[in-house]
């Protein structure tokens, strides 16, 4: 079958936004959060713990999960 890459890494090179367990069940509901630290157009991994729980794109002064994963696996995120 084809090779498997760990989520992880497909998300390496993007900017990171920690959140805490309240955001990231809003996010796990689509809910966009406010960010002023991340550049405006960017795409981010959304990370609880060290686990990517969604990766969203920055918009005016908001971050908006646009894939937000399910029981993801608990492989930290590296930090760029």
Known sequence: GAPTVPLARLVAHLPVMDVDASEAERVGHGIALPSFTIPAGSDVAMV?????????????????????????????????
């Open 48 to 80: 609880h713990d060290g686990t990517l729980v969604a990766v969203g794109r920055h918009t005016g002064d908001r971050v908006r999960p646009v894939v937000v994963l399910h029981g993801a696996s608990g492989e930290p995120v590296p930090r760029s």
